[in-house]
């Protein structure tokens, strides 16, 4: 599957984004879906992901400030992002995927899109 990724910014400390990822084909319902942050010359870490079935699970850091949903109508996953601090600074991608047990695989990438959170 192909994904777009829209929607990042900058943005001041304590401001709100709501990024964006379209995907193409008809399968998108059901891939599990993820977001990845990526910190320039650090490793892509996952942020959050939702199951085809809508079930969300999130790092600890952004437990109740991030918020991932998704509309399968249109083929796009959301990631709301409330509360920026500096450090959320990054390139964030998306990602379409599987849950098996507790991990997420994931299989296709986004291109990513750039939030920058100013102090």
């Known amino acids: 599957v192909q994904l777009q990724a829209s929607g990042g910014g900058l943005v001041q400390a304590g401001g709100s984004l709501r990024i964006s990822c379209v995907a193409s084909?008809?399968?998108?319902?059901?891939?599990?879906m993820g977001w990845y942050l990526q910190v320039p010359g650090k490793l892509r870490e996952l942020v959050a992901t939702?199951?085809?079935?809508?079930?969300?699970s999130y790092r600890d850091s952004v437990k109740g400030r991030f918020t991932i949903s998704r509309d399968n109508a249109k083929n796009t996953v959301y990631l709301h992002v409330n509360s920026l601090k500096p450090e959320d600074t990054a390139v964030y991608y998306c990602?379409?995927?599987?849950?098996?047990?507790?991990?997420?695989?994931?299989?296709?990438w986004g291109q990513g899109t750039l939030v920058t959170v100013s102090s």
């Open positions: 990602t379409a995927g599987s849950n098996i047990g507790e991990y997420y695989y994931p299989r296709d």
């Open positions: 084909g008809s399968t998108f319902s059901s891939y599990d």
């Open positions: 939702i199951s085809a079935g809508g079930s969300t």
